[in-house]
């Protein structure tokens, strides 16, 4: 079991940054893909960017060039940050780890972008 821990939600205008963090517990098997999903009211979840244990990252077209996925892998603990924000990130956004054969989720943290 791998528990996910998320922080730096919150509320900012269009324009501005805001940066998350999840951090893994330990887990006894190898922490593989890290990454963040988010969900909007009425709308499905959808992967904003994955990142493998060497760095590779993935993103959802509609944030590239503004949000930025990192990880260190010594902390297990992976990074989100999103610039130039808008209207449209408003979401819950879930942190997501991959271990071993099986994925786990965070609890999710809510930002709301104010236009």
């Known amino acids: 079991q791998v528990q996910l821990v998320e922080s730096g939600g919150g509320l900012v205008q269009a324009g501005g940054s805001l940066r998350l963090s999840c951090a893994a517990s330990?887990?006894?098997?190898?922490?593989?893909?890290m990454g963040w999903y988010r969900q909007a009211p009425g709308k499905q979840r959808e992967l904003v960017a994955a990142?493998?244990?060497?760095?590779?990252?993935n993103y959802a077209d509609s944030v590239k060039g503004r949000f930025t996925c990192s990880r260190d892998n010594a902390k297990n603990t992976v990074y989100l940050q999103m610039n130039s924000l808008k209207f449209d990130d408003t979401a819950v956004y879930y942190c997501?780890?991959?271990?071993?054969?099986?994925?786990?989720w965070g609890q999710g943290t809510q930002v709301t972008v104010s236009s």
């Open positions: 990142i493998t244990t060497s760095g590779s990252t």
């Open positions: 997501w780890v991959i271990a071993g054969p099986y994925a786990y």
């Open positions: 330990r887990s006894i098997f190898v922490i593989k893909d």
